[in-house]
């Protein structure tokens, strides 16, 4: 009989999640399409991520539809407030774009309701083992003081309308 170590433990030994395991936060998150939604829109999933969390699980609940036609890419944004020159109190939160698809790449959700996890779904690079800040390539200095916002970017809307429901596994030191 033949003994194997789990390939995580063997890449990231000081890591406990891989070894004797980590508490796991679930944010519950839905991506809304309706008529009024067009390509390139984003939608906020999670708000405050730190950079040292990692995505462990990006998982389509029991009961989800597929929407054929929809494509998102799932990645990461960071807040900026947007003063504008003429109106200085004006402090609307906005999300720019850090790395758009570092998580899930053009996936469509027809394809999707095959598989229970989508998280680093066509994306032949993609490490489990990675937090945040290395999947993005970020160094301390760029690290945004609010942490990190996980957006779905509508690539493809289709002719569609409905809910994308998700559930997105944090694993947070």
């Known amino acids: ?3 194997y170590k789990n390939p995580y433990a063997v890449a990231k030994p000081l ?15 839905q991506i809304a399409i309706g008529a ?12 405050g991520v730190p950079p040292t969390a990692r995505v462990a699980r990006i998982m389509l609940p029991a009961g ?28 609307a939160t ?23 996890d989508i998280v680093g779904a066509n994306i032949a690079s993609f490490d489990r083992t990675a937090d945040l800040a290395t999947l993005v390539k970020a160094s301390a200095g760029e690290f945004p003081s609010g942490g990190y ?3 779905a970017k509508l690539v493809a809307k289709g002719s569609v309308n409905g809910n994308i429901e998700l559930d997105i596994l944090i694993e947070q030191a």
């Not at 891989?18 to 796991?24: D, E, N, S």
């Not at 009024?36 to 708000?47: F, G, M, P, T």
């Open 15 to 29: 890591d406990p999640m891989f070894t004797v395991g980590r508490v796991l936060r679930t944010v519950q998150a």
């Open 64 to 91: 989800s539809s597929a929407l054929t036609g929809c494509t998102v890419d799932i990645g990461l944004y960071k807040m900026q407030k947007n003063i504008s020159a003429e109106e200085a109190t004006d402090l």
């Open 149 to 151: 916002a996980i957006g």
């Open 94 to 116: 906005e999300y720019v774009a850090v790395d758009e698809d570092c998580l899930v790449d053009g996936q469509s959700f027809a394809t999707a309701m095959n598989n229970v």
């Open 1 to 3: 009989m033949a003994t």
């Open 36 to 47: 009024e939604s067009a390509n390139n829109d984003v939608i906020i999933l999670a708000k």
